[in-house]
Antibody, heavy 119, light 111 residues
Framework: QVQLVQSGAEVKKPGSSVKVSCKAS????????ISWVRQAPGQGLEWVGG????????MYAQKFQGRVTLSADRSTSTVYVHLSSLTSDDTAVYYC????????????WGQGTLVTVSS | QSVLSQPPSASGTPGQRVAISCSGG????????VSWYQQLPGSAPKLLIY???LRPSGVPDRFSGSKSGTSASLAISGLRSEDEAEYYC????????????FGGGTKLTVL
């Protein structure tokens, strides 16, 4: 059974950066992509970016280009999202999600990490 | 504003059948598979439907999906109180450098 366990809540100042982790266990994690999806308070789901199967290169939503970096540590099966130049609009719950197959659905999700940006 | 359009709300009484629509374009729904997610308050989304009409193990057959052209639909039959949740459609988009698009979400109320 695949499990995605994320790091704890963060409180950040505007202009700073945040790095959230997602540790994967169970199953052939390296064979599937991992994406990050965020949800602002009371709002819908928004794809931030994803890392290719085998912890390859990242792909990013145009909205976040230049401000977000995805990385991975193969030795611990952990994926990271780093978001810089934070504003209050970045306040959201950030989820990591595993791609189920070639059609890109997200079959397993982390528990979510609340990132609050406040002065 | 989401590129995939969903009605903001839907409702039904227990036992009824409800359908939630998701409208997109040629580069997303028209070219790629659609998935559907259920999100209960305070919880992470859960995969309900993938590849347009397939159910993961454990999802009741009351939930079904379909796709035609650039639109997709999620149907829930035999509505139950525990189905009250937010529902999202999603599809990859070929025009946006391989981005994933989500619908704006539909809040389903069981009356």
């Amino acid at each position: 059974q695949v499990q995605l366990v994320q790091s704890g809540a963060e409180v950040k100042k505007p202009g700073s950066s945040v790095k959230v982790s997602c540790k994967a266990s169970g199953g052939a994690i390296s064979s599937h992509g991992i994406s990050w999806v965020r949800q602002a308070p009371g709002q819908g789901l928004e794809w931030v970016g994803g890392i290719s199967p085998g912890f390859g290169p990242g792909m990013y939503a145009q909205k976040f280009q230049g401000r977000v970096t995805l990385s991975a540590d193969r030795s611990t099966s952990t994926v990271y999202v780093h978001l810089s130049s934070l504003t209050s609009d970045d306040t959201a719950v950030y989820y990591c999600a595993k791609e189920g197959g070639a059609t890109g659905e997200f079959d397993y999700w982390g528990q979510g990490t609340l990132v609050t940006v406040s002065s | 504003q989401s590129v995939l359009s969903q009605p903001p709300s839907a409702s039904g009484t227990p036992g009824q059948r409800v359908a939630i629509s998701c409208s997109g374009g040629i580069s997303n729904i028209g070219s790629n598979s659609v998935s559907w997610y259920q999100q209960l308050p305070g919880s992470a989304p859960k995969l309900l439907i993938y590849r347009n009409n397939l159910r993961p193990s454990g999802v009741p057959d009351r939930f079904s999906g379909s796709k035609s052209g650039t639109s997709a639909s999620l149907a829930i039959s035999g509505l139950r109180s525990e189905d009250e949740a937010e529902y999202y459609c999603a599809a990859w988009d070929d025009n946006l450098s391989g981005s994933v698009l989500f619908g704006g979400g539909t809040k389903l109320t069981v009356l």
